[in-house]
């Protein structure tokens, strides 16, 4: 009966022949669409676990306010410019309804810890700490408004190299200051801002290189509430601000200037002593490691659950692990002393404030705890050294495990910034944040992503996905559509042959096979070639599409690696293409078998006589 259901087949090449050709372009596009989608999918998948969307958040500037201050240089008042805020904006304005954080925002402090037994970057080098509290003396009798020769006769703090020596000293910011006698001595504080300039140093420059001056800085402090309200220093209006400098005599350290110099040295000194704490609750959300910059060499970063349940835990420098000794699983003891509630560490300066409190008293260590090193981090070659830069000897720890946030000791406070106050986003989603951002949000915050491209990706992959569903929705239709309209010519027509057959004594299971082997060997052979023809096309259209850098790797080399081989693992995997071929071969045949037998048996339910009666009347 196969034989001749083959030799029926051959009586109809054209028909035969367009329905092995059409079946096998259906099961192409069936089995192509199928693959791609399948791809699509898993690459999202993997894309999902390589990319992180954040947002830094900045406050704008109210307006600018201009002031004037003195060049001893120039000989001239030079314009200073200073942003102004109508008020400090708290971080809860973030959020809002339709705000879906992963980790939410957070206005990230630093905090001083005074490390007296570690080898830090500052006590490694005292020579290049930028503050000297000395006692002075002039050359000859003076007026500092232009370098002149000083010199100093006892360092109370800083690069003890200068004492006996004679230096350069100008009052560089103050346009009348106060003068200065050859005999008497004088306690100041002083930093290096400007080169030296003026009669005197043009009498010598040509003997010597070029220099720096020195000059005095203003010994009162800043020091605010935890609500931001700056907290007045009780020297305030005592001293001569324009002119600091004070004649030393006998019991001036008994009195209340020569009492805070001594309690700067002491400050000066636990300054020099000091490591950086930063407190978060994702890693990720510091840019350093968010762009690479910095990353975890040893160990293993701090876990969510560390992070939320504010463990004693911490990453630590691969400078400050190897100048110390310390491993994975070592403690450090942080003390911290002061906190800075507007800077990063990255970009403090020590010259910003005066390490004492504002009645002048020595900062005092407000929290003492030992934390676990879980992970090293090492910063990358040719890192970015910008705003967003980690301080030197960071320890970053989980800001749950701070129990004194923001309330002791608060020296520096500001708006939040784009290098202090970020969060996390899920992938793809900073339309619909911004979309519910301009319903709820404030003008006087700008917020800035990074996403390292994921949203290019999501768009290239989005448009993969649309182009794969439609092949399989094609492919599909035209299976259903060719199998519905072949079996109509290869059985419906033949009923002539079905009541021949019939007469002459076939049985009905014979009729059936008789009828469908003809058809089941044209689709097997058709889906087989469609469908291996689809698994070798799929795997050249991946190769151009899901390889392709549809996203910005400028943040990241290894994010791009990542990125590049999760492409390839997907699109050269031999399981997919075997699975997606078969199955979809599978498909087109159980599909045309059911249609086949379904109109098979409907025939041979009707009587033969009847049958040839229809055949005669059609």
Known sequence: MIKNSIKQMLRMPVKSMSFLSLIALSALLLTLGA?????????????????????????????????????????????????????????????????????????RSYYGSFAPGY???????????????????????????????????????????????????????????????????????????????GKHYDEVKGQEERTTEYVPIEVLATQYESNGIQIKDTLEGTVEEDSPYYEVTEGFYDTDIGKRLSNLVVGYSMLRETQPVTGTNATMLLMSFYRGDSYISQGRDITEEEYEAGNKVCLVSKEFAENNSLIIGDSVNLQLYFTNSKDSSGTFSMEQWLPVTATGEVLSVFENSNYTIVGIYDISPGASQDRYSIGADEVIVPLAAIENQ????????????????????????????????????????????????????????????????????????????????????????????????????????????????????????????????????????????LSRVYYDASYSSVIETDAEETAKEVEKSPVVVMIASFSSGMCIVLLGVWISVEKINRNLKVEPMQLLSEKRRG
């Open 35 to 107: 693959i791609l989608l399948i791809n699509n999918s898993a690459a999202i998948r993997s894309y999902e676990d390589s990319f992180i969307t954040i947002g830094t958040v900045e406050q704008k500037a109210f307006s600018v306010s201009q002031s004037v201050d003195w060049d001893a240089e120039l000989k001239d008042y030079r314009m200073l410019q200073k942003s102004e805020y109508s008020t400090l904006l708290p971080v809860s304005l973030l959020s809002f309804e339709g705000a879906n954080y992963i980790h939410k925002p957070e206005k």
């Open 119 to 197: 080898i830090l970057w500052n006590s490694s080098f005292p020579q290049n700490f930028p503050v000297v509290i000395a006692e002075i003396s002039p050359m000859e009798d003076c007026i500092p408004d232009e370098s002149v020769r000083v010199k100093v006769n006892k360092v109370l703090f800083g690069d003890s190299s200068i004492e006996g020596v004679s230096l350069w000293f100008c009052n560089h910011d103050t346009k009348n200051p106060k003068s200065l006698e050859k005999d008497k001595s004088y306690a100041v504080v002083l930093t290096t801002r400007y080169w030296a300039h």
């Open 406 to 545: 923001n309330r002791c000791n608060i020296m520096v406070y500001g708006p939040m910034k784009g290098t202090t106050t970020s969060f996390q986003i899920p992938n793809g989603s900073i339309e619909a944040f911004l979309a519910n951002w301009e319903i709820y949000g404030t003008d006087e915050l700008e917020i800035t992503f990074y996403d390292k491209g994921y949203s290019q990706l999501q768009t290239g992959l989005q448009n993969m996905k649309r182009v794969s569903l439609l092949l399989l929705g094609v492919g599909l239709f035209m299976v259903v559509f060719l199998l519905l309209f072949y079996s109509h010519l290869f059985i419906v027509n033949q009923k002539e042959r079905i009541a021949i057959e019939r007469c002459l004594g076939v049985e009905k299971k014979q009729c059936r096979s008789s009828l469908l082997a003809g058809i089941l060997i044209l689709l097997v052979a058709g889906s087989t070639l469609g469908c291996g023809l689809g698994g070798v096309l799929s795997q050249h259209i991946s190769a151009k599409t």
